[in-house]
């Protein structure tokens, strides 16, 4: 946004259950960040954050992010899951780059968001039909 000015009050998060095929609520959301106009929050307790847009509240796609912690690391041992999970979001939008990092860390990752199954899907649904260059 170009300002701070509250735009709305509330905004309910949803995804599409992969079980159920049903829009479920998505709760447990913290730390929200920015991201070239959508809404990246990561789920308390769960290794991914959700790309969220901002105008229907619908997650478009989850960032998977299990395994970045070094859970072998016996500063991280000490601490409960609450403790010790993801809880970090940083963007640098001069030079385009994602940071994570977790509560009780000692690490902030640079992170590169690959193009997933999701993203593939909505680009096939965007392109021009297989003909279009024929004509």
């Keep these: 946004p170009d300002t701070c000015k509250p735009v709305r009050d509330k905004l309910l998060v949803r995804y599409l259950g992969k079980k159920t095929g049903v829009m479920t609520p998505l709760r447990r959301l913290n730390d929200l960040q920015w991201v070239k106009g959508k809404i990246y ?4 307790e769960f290794d991914r ?3 969220i847009d901002p105008a229907t509240g619908i997650v478009e796609r989850f960032i998977e992010l299990k395994g970045l912690l070094d859970e072998s690391d016996p500063w991280i041992q000490k601490w409960s899951r609450s403790d010790r999970c993801l809880n970090g979001i940083a963007y640098d939008d001069k ?4 940071f994570i990092t977790g509560k009780l860390w000692t690490k902030l ?13 909505e680009q096939e649904k965007a392109a021009p039909p297989k003909d279009y260059y024929s004509s």
């Excluded at 030079?95 to 994602?98: G, Q, T």
């Excluded at 997933?116 to 899907?121: L, Y």
């Design 41 to 44: 929050a990561n789920v308390w």
């Design 49 to 51: 954050v959700a790309v």
């Design 95 to 98: 030079n385009d780059r994602l």
């Design 109 to 121: 990752y640079e992170v590169e968001v690959l193009p997933g199954a999701g993203d593939k899907e």
